[in-house]
């Protein structure tokens, strides 16, 4: 470039003769970059400026229509005539290896920052504005004064005059031009307002070490990490980068700078945003959640992978490796901040998942939940109709999960496991093999519903446990696995009439089921299986009779409960219904068994047989007969009492057809 100004009588004809190299007119657009082509990074480049001259107080002059004229003055520690030179004459001057990366603030007693610069390039900044301004800086004793300007019939990008030099006291730089609408022409247009807020948001100020004005209104300070709550994300190898997260009901102005900011040494590095270029989104910033939160990354292990605009980092794999650490410890944070708002949100898809989550049973429902809190956190730019519409797919996968599981499960067998079904298929037809499968997951899945029912004393025995046990008859005992047993009306008719001359009322029967006997506390129903005449075939009788009566949740079978329980027995036999060597079992089932109420059989043949029984122990039998398989999947899957709240919570709201 050329600089006018300096003594040039030394030159010679020789040295007049040396070929320089040029500059294409397109050359500092290129070099510089969007500090010349974005008003809002040049502005804030001239503060960063102030910033790393050590400056305290800095005073910006921005024109209002029609006025053109710009300033920007800070109490720096400015520049000798020499020091200008050596780096406004500069191309990519190397601000760290001459100044260093650390300043010392003027009449501060040697306190010290750090600066955000590094090559010098943020001098350029006016040109953002105009062709060409003005810099008086001055240091120990001297001011100086320069015009710096683009000249077309130059072969330089700037020529740089000394216009003036004289004695003065104090430091500091004034930088000034007038606003040119050719250069403006194509760029985004700012009020004083959008300074205000600008300088405000992209810099943590504090009023005590740096105080900026705007046409001679102080920027109000923004102490936004104040009201956040401040977390710690270990990066191997580089160490503790502190995160803050902002909620705007508190915090005030930062309500208009949502999303995830990246701050380095104070300095907020391109824009906030719930979108990442290694990671895709944190969440839609559409949701209420995106419009509320700020979190910021005081991310200064990246200071010197910050691009020269500050509009973002290098693109490395040392920032990729730091910044993937960060984001998954993001996403784990966003999942936890804003559990109030996905719990809302999954318990809406819940209720309305209700009636086809009745049809699950309950592990699969927590499944579901499960998935639910998985989307959340993997995919948290879902809206609500696209998770809703995900969702119903997922249950109805659920209640056919037999199949769409089965090629999945097979890849990721082990070889152990592959030998295991190897040996299975040698013994077993495959068909016969499902059969005994199917059999086994409809009786673990009724071990499930009942779990879930017996201790509760909201539980509906006619509605929810009577049917149940219906497919459940197993439980009982191996003599009651027969289809053969099925429920008998007279039966429960010879109960309902003996209720009837006692003066106990039975309640109304709103399932309309006739072998039901539905009292205050209990429901019963009866069953039989035939006799057959060993000569004809024919049924000639009722060869055994099983009735069940259901205590509601919380009662503990007593002697007198059991001797109820006799009397229907021995109801049915003066009926003549059955045979005078008829077994009739009859279990009592409640909460608790009392101490010494015990089984018992009663008559000359001990055909009546009474089992108190507690919920508990009818469910360890269960279990035993199913070889234990439930806990024996729980322990080889690692899942120990899985559970989901918001599943639990639905289920025990009553809806209208619950009633």
Sequence with gaps: MNVEGKDSSEETKTQSSLLHPLFDTRFLNKHAGNIVNDPKIAIIELVANCWDAGAT???IIWPTKPETHFEIIDNGIGMTEEEFGSRWYKFDYNRLNSQGNKVIIPDSEGIERKVFGRNGKGRHSLFCFSRDYKVETWKNGTKSIFSVFQNPDSSYPY???????????????KITCEFDPYVLSNKEQLEV??????????????PS?????????LIDPIDILE??????????????VKINVIDSKTAGRTSKQHGVAWWVNRRLVGEPSWEDITTGRYLDARKKVGKRYTIIVRADILEHEVKEDW?????????????????????????????????????EILKKQKPALKQLSKSSRYEVGSFIDELHKRCPTLNQQNLEDVINVFVKMEASKSGYKLLTQLASLSP??????????????????????????????????????VEDDKTDELKDLQPLFDHGLWIFGHEFESVEFTSNKSLATVIRNYFDKKNIKTLKNSRKRPDFVVLPESTIRSFSKNRYDDNTGDVCGIHKVLIIELKRGGHTICDEDLHQAQYYAKEIRKAGRIESNTIINCFVLGTNVELGCEFSEIGEQKQIKLHPKSYSSILQNAHARTFNLMQEIK?????????????????????????
């Excluded at 307002?193 to 504090?206: R, S």
């Excluded at 070490?209 to 209104?217: Q, T």
């Excluded at 295991?420 to 059999?439: F, P, Q, Y």
């Design 57 to 59: 107080s800095v005073h």
């Design 159 to 173: 020529d740089v005059k000394l216009t003036d030099k004289f004695l003065v006291e104090g430091h500091g730089t």
């Design 193 to 206: 307002e959008d300074i205000q807020e600008l300088v405000g948001t992209k810099f943590i100020l504090d």
């Design 209 to 217: 070490f740096f105080k900026v004005y705007v046409n001679d209104v």
């Design 227 to 240: 009201n956040s709550q401040e977390y710690e994300c270990l990066v191997p190898d580089f160490g503790i």
């Design 311 to 347: 509009t973002g980092f290098n693109d490395n794999e040392k920032v990729r490796n730091i910044k993937n650490t960060i984001n998954g410890y993001i996403l784990e944070k966003v999942a936890d901040l804003f559990k109030d708002i996905h719990h809302t949100e999954k318990m």
């Design 416 to 453: 152990d496991d592959i030998d295991a079904c190897s040996n299975v298929l040698d013994e077993w037809d495959i068909m016969d093999a499902k059969t005994v499968l199917d059999l086994l997951g409809d009786r673990l899945q009724l071990i499930e519903k009942l779990e879930e029912l």
């Design 635 to 659: 322990k080889n899957k690692g899942i120990d009492e899985f559970i989901d709240e918001e599943v639990d919570e639905v289920f025990k709201q009553k809806d209208i057809d619950d009633f």
